[in-house]
Structures are given as structure tokens and as C-alpha cells.
């Protein structure tokens, strides 16, 4: 049965782990947080979000470093200690788990696209290029 006091209290969760993904939060922790046993807890957090905590925890973590990959400089390692992983290997599973492809294979796409992209707004800045491109 979900109560207002359960959705309430699975929000506070949510919100938690939002917070602190890159802590290392267990289960018992994040239902002390919400005032409830780990046992209901667990129950009621799947049957409101259709997934388990460490799954809604973990997919987070792999949000944040899809930012970091697109946005930095940092190496895969890196990015895995960054969003709270303590495993490269580990980081590298989930990630492809979520996402379908590795975080290297991710890294190659997007900067391939970037690069595109970059090439594409400096043609459209320069008009003289698809004058001479016509031309040829």
C-alpha cells in the first residue's frame, strides 16, 4: 500500500542519493534516512520507482560521468574515483550495462561527434567554403 508518508519518504530517498551519489551509501543508511526498515524500505522504493536503490543509485553515477566524459579531460579512472566508483573494472560494467557500449568506446563518440559538430558550426561560419565546394 503506498501511503503519502511512503512517497514522501522515498522522494527524501531520491533526493538523497541525488545529493550524495558519490558517497558510498547502503542500504541501511538511506533507510534510516527515511525513517523506515531496510526490508520496507526496499519494497517500497521499487514498487514507487520500478527499481531497486543501488540500480537508481548507480544509474546517477553513471549520469554524472557521461557529463564528465563529455565535458572533461579526464581518463576513464579518473571519471570511475570522480562519481564515487571504487573499481575501474566495476565502473566499466555498469556503464556498459546502462548505457550498451564502454565508457572508452562513449569518450571516442562523443569527441568524434564534437569534432564533427566543431567542423560543421566553423564551415556554416565561413560561407565562402560551400561557394568554393560548389565550384570544384
Known amino acids: 500500500m503506498y501511503t503519502k508518508s511512503n512517497s514522501n519518504n522515498i522522494e527524501k530517498a531520491i533526493h538523497f542519493i ?6 558510498q551509501i547502503t542500504l541501511d543508511e538511506i533507510s534510516r ?6 526490508y ?6 521499487k514498487n514507487i520507482t520500478g527499481t531497486t536503490f543501488r540500480k537508481h543509485h548507480n544509474k546517477i553515477k553513471i549520469e554524472a560521468s557521461k ?4 565535458t572533461q579531460d579526464l581518463n576513464i579512472t579518473e571519471i570511475c574515483y ?7 573494472s ?5 556503464f556498459r550495462k546502462f548505457e ?19 567542423y560543421f558550426k ?6 565562402f567554403f560551400e561557394q568554393q565546394s560548389t565550384s570544384i
Open 122 to 127: 566553423k564551415k556554416q561560419s565561413y560561407p
Open 90 to 94: 566495476y565502473f566499466s560494467r555498469i
Open 67 to 70: 557529463k564528465l566524459l563529455e
Open 100 to 118: 550498451g557500449i564502454s565508457p572508452n568506446s562513449y569518450k571516442k563518440k562523443v569527441t568524434a561527434l564534437s569534432t564533427t559538430n566543431n
Open 82 to 88: 570522480t562519481v564515487g566508483f571504487n573499481d575501474a
Open 33 to 38: 534516512e527515511c525513517g523506515m526498515s531496510k
Open 18 to 23: 541525488e545529493q550524495n551519489y558519490i558517497e
Open 40 to 45: 520496507h524500505f526496499t519494497r517500497t522504493f
